[in-house]
């Protein structure tokens, strides 16, 4: 009698979660493979969903989404608070050095330049801060693509209840690393490029239009504003699986766009709603956190130095005390959004390509020793390099 259907080579798929068994006669002598349901009659038995890792093989509801995208930072924290505490300590350190040592220099230069060079120097000292901020620019996107690219790839693997240690993450999110932060420069570049065009109208209307130019230029940077935020919404939800296609599925930029797109359809409300809600939940943590931070160090500031003796000394103990801890707040928040959206992607899949039955079917056939390949790839096109019709 077989008892164990993970070890049973022939042992039948199990039913989806929420399904009935089909009957079974009474001279059968092997259990459902997840048991009978209390109560239950010997022909039906429910299946409960398997869950070999982080969340059950099912399509996932919010609160387990809410829920596993937390529980992200406490299965493996070396590796996913680990990856979020460098990545972070580093954006902010560089930022914090680079802008930090230009923007003093630009400050000194101004204060001993002569008078009649004054608005040359201050508009050279201008361009070279605006300058300084393009190298943290640049490694926050690449960092931040990294980050986002190891967490898909940490829940990927719990849900199979396999656990990588940082190092493995980081060298297979590595390969993967040039195509997502490519694709995060091409969101940032488009979100910039919108605000600037909003921003050029807005000026150009208040500047040469007199007072009916102001208006237009008020009602434009309102309305602009708005219809900005919504169609950054829009693509926001539509796109939001694109990092983990590329990583999971190992497609190329265009092509996970098109595919997000497709596994988006039918479900763009459910997505931008658990996205919008749980970016809500996670800056409403941050902010009962940090803001009564903040004003502690306010006040003691105000009591240990209170006639501003010692106001660089001061400044400089704040500003280290914030980073202290801004940085592991921003850390934990990357790793649940990024976890948020990797497990939008499973649940999209699951709900629309059956994905589930095939991670149980892996992790089936991982548990007796097989060779099977990865559950998350889906076969291409032959040198179009777009997900097989």
């Known amino acids: 009698m077989v008892t164990d259907p993970w070890q049973a080579p022939d042992a039948p798929i199990p039913p989806r979660y929420g399904q009935f068994a089909p009957p079974v006669s009474p001279d059968q002598s092997a259990p459902h493979p997840y048991g009978s349901s209390p109560g239950g009659t010997p022909g ?79 508009a050279g000292s201008l361009l070279a801060g605006a300058l300084s901020a393009i190298i943290p620019i640049a490694l926050s996107l ?3 693509a990294l980050l986002q690219a190891v967490i898909v790839l940490e829940v990927a693997r719990a849900t199979l209840g396999e656990k990588l240690r940082l190092g493995a993450l980081w060298r297979t999110a590595a390969t993967r690393l040039w195509p997502l932060a490519l694709w995060t420069l091409l969101l940032t570049a488009a979100l910039f490029i919108g605000v600037a065009v909003i921003a050029g109208i807005v000026v150009l209307l208040i500047s040469v239009g007199g007072t009916a130019g102001f208006v237009a230029g008020v009602l434009v940077g309102i309305f602009g504003g708005l219809l900005l935020a919504a169609v950054s919404a829009f693509l926001y939800a539509k796109t939001s699986v694109v990092p983990s296609l590329i990583v999971l599925e190992k497609l190329g930029v265009r092509a996970s766009v098109v595919r997000s797109w497709s596994l988006t359809r039918g479900y763009f409300w459910r997505t931008l709603g658990i996205l919008l809600l749980i970016g809500l939940i996670v800056q409403v943590i941050t902010q009962i956190i940090t803001t009564p931070v903040s004003l502690l160090m306010g006040i003691g500031a105000a009591l240990v130095d209170p006639n501003g003796a010692f ?30 959206i990797a497990l939008i992607y499973l649940d999209l899949r699951m709900r629309k390509e059956g994905l589930d039955l095939e991670l149980a079917r892996y992790v089936e056939s991982a548990a007796q020793g097989g060779d099977v390949p990865d559950p998350y790839l889906v076969p291409t096109a032959p040198g179009t390099g777009y997900p097989a019709a």
Do not use: C, H
């Not at 000394?313 to 850390?331: F, G, N, Q």
């Open 44 to 122: 039906q038995g429910w299946a409960p969903p398997p869950k070999p890792g982080l969340i059950p093989l099912r399509p996932i509801g919010f609160g387990t989404l809410l829920g596993a995208s937390f529980q992200v930072l406490r299965r493996n924290p070396k590796a996913t608070f680990g990856s979020g505490l460098i990545v972070q300590t580093v954006i902010m350190l560089v930022t914090v050095v680079v802008v930090g040592l230009v923007t003093f220099w630009a400050i000194d230069r101004i204060d001993s330049a002569p008078l009649d060079q004054k608005d040359a120097v201050t």
């Open 142 to 144: 690449i960092a931040s």
């Open 311 to 340: 106001t660089d000394e001061t400044t400089y103990i704040i500003t280290a005390l914030s980073l202290i801890i801004a940085i592991p707040v921003a850390a934990v928040a990357a790793v649940v959004q990024s976890a948020a």
